[in-house]
């Protein structure tokens, strides 16, 4: 409303002036009137002429005047110009009255007020023709123009476009709306980030988590390969005739060793099965990982040392020898986390090295633990070293062997969220130096 009222008054201003200045070009326009000394000194002029012989017409065309030669009071042709408002003056040279002269000057009076009049009309014109353009660019500029705006600016919200900002001019009629609805552009802008940062959560969550759990399945598979063998091997010798079907001594009956081979390849397939279902998963979500919720907390560092004992009795070829025992104190660590990363570390050495992994465990003055886990295989090329823990990057020792290129690269993220660390070297075989945190 206030930009109306501004255009109100500014038109109304506009238009005082222009009378202002009409009525100046009025004022300064004048008619001029009759010269009576000029016609008196053409009067004598005549006198002159007419006594020099010149004739009545040539005195006429030379004076621009009518000669009328009577001496009577009321005559028709001199009434007519007395009526039309001529000059009429006396003709007498040498003082004897010959008759009338006349000077019909009222067309030319006519002609210039009629000029003056036109040229006032025409600035009249003028005038109000830029003021009508001043007006309608005002009201292009302050109404139609921020119109336009927001209708190409809705458009673009429309196709969903909302990187477009929208222009705010706070002095149009428009400024306190626009400005509205560029912060609702700029809401509904950070809740799709909002919206997509949480897929992306989800997604990474499900692809963390599926990577993670092959890694157990992996160890039940390996587990229930080792007992199929053992338990083939007893039913072997029950089919060579011996009467101590295990190599333990212990007897079994034939029907238990097949019901347990049956059980055994039933787990072994339903292990592979999930397998599968999360390597669905990996794949469906690898592209959007980029983070996980881990909670360090307080918990016994014993704890960690068991990890290793389990994968240890867990069947493999592969040995894990622990050199020494875990400090015991309290150390920061989401345990579920913890238990990941070791599996990744050992999974990691079991697939690529295949040897013997030593353990060892040792205080750092500034705080922390160090577990020191060494294989004895052909380690990692130097040049590639800075990249293991990349995301999806896999070295060129990983061959045709299955993985994501995910292991390493989340034990880094996990423990660098639960307040240690990781390092990781070649030292006759590939090191991994894993750095938690003390309380």
């Known amino acids: 409303m206030k930009q109306v009222i501004k255009i109100l008054l500014l038109f109304t201003l506009l238009m005082t002036a222009a009378l202002l200045?009409?009525?100046?070009?009025?004022e300064k326009s004048e008619v001029k009137?009759?010269?009576?000394?000029?016609?008196?000194d053409c009067l004598l002029s005549m006198y002159d002429d007419y006594k020099n012989g010149i004739t009545e017409r040539e005195i006429?065309?030379?004076y621009g005047c009518n000669i009328i030669f009577t001496k009577e009071l009321i005559d028709s042709e001199l009434t007519k110009y007395y009526v039309s408002g001529a000059l009429v003056l006396d003709f007498s040279p040498d003082g004897n009255y010959l008759g009338k002269v006349v000077w019909n000057d009222t067309g030319v009076d006519l002609k210039n007020i009629k000029e003056t009049s036109k040229n006032l009309v025409i600035l009249f014109w003028a005038v109000i023709l830029i003021i009508g353009y001043l007006m309608i660019f005002l009201i292009w500029y302050t109404l139609i123009r921020p119109v336009n705006?927001?209708?190409r600016f809705s458009v673009e919200i429309s196709k969903g476009n909302l990187e477009v900002p929208l222009p705010i001019h706070k002095n149009n009629l428009f400024g306190g709306f626009t400005e509205s609805f560029d912060t609702m552009r700029e809401e509904l802008k950070a809740a799709r980030l909002r919206e997509i940062e949480a897929g992306i959560a989800k997604k990474e969550m499900v692809a963390a988590l599926s990577?993670?759990?092959?890694?157990?399945?992996a160890t039940i598979q390996a587990t229930c390969e080792v007992l199929d063998m053992k338990y083939r091997r007893c039913l072997g010798r029950y089919e060579e005739?011996?009467?101590t079907a295990c190599e333990s001594g212990e007897k079994k009956p034939i029907r238990e060793i097949e019901d347990t081979l049956e059980k055994l390849n039933s787990i072994s397939a339903k292990a592979e099965t999930v397998n599968s279902i999360m390597n669905n998963l990996v794949h469906a979500t690898m592209d959007d990982l980029n983070r996980i919720e881990i909670n360090p907390v307080e918990t016994d560092s014993r704890i960690v040392e068991n990890y290793f004992i389990n994968l240890?009795?867990?069947?493999?070829?592969?040995?894990?020898?622990?050199?020494?025992?875990i400090p015991e104190c309290l150390i920061y660590a989401d345990t579920l986390r913890m238990e990941q990363v070791i599996d990744n570390?050992?999974?990691?050495?079991?697939?690529?090295?295949g040897t013997d992994i030593h353990v060892s465990f040792s205080t750092v003055e500034t705080g922390y633990i160090r577990i020191k886990i060494k294989d004895s295989g052909p380690g990692v090329r130097e040049d590639e070293l800075p990249l293991i823990t990349e995301k999806y990057y896999r070295g060129s020792s990983a061959g045709n062997k299955s993985g994501y290129g995910l292991g390493m690269y989340l034990v880094k993220m996990y423990m660098e969220k639960q307040g240690g660390g990781i390092e990781y070297y070649n030292d006759n075989g590939f090191v991994v130096e894993v750095i938690i945190k003390k309380v």
């Open 21 to 26: 200045l009409i009525n100046m070009r009025f």
């Open 33 to 40: 009137g009759r010269d009576i000394v000029y016609y008196n």
């Open 60 to 62: 006429e065309l030379k």
């Open 149 to 151: 705006e927001l209708n």
């Open 211 to 217: 990577h993670d759990i092959k890694t157990p399945i």
């Open 241 to 243: 005739g011996l009467e």
């Open 312 to 325: 240890k009795n867990s069947g493999s070829d592969t040995a894990i020898v622990l050199d020494n025992h």
């Open 345 to 353: 570390i050992i999974g990691n050495s079991r697939k690529y090295a």
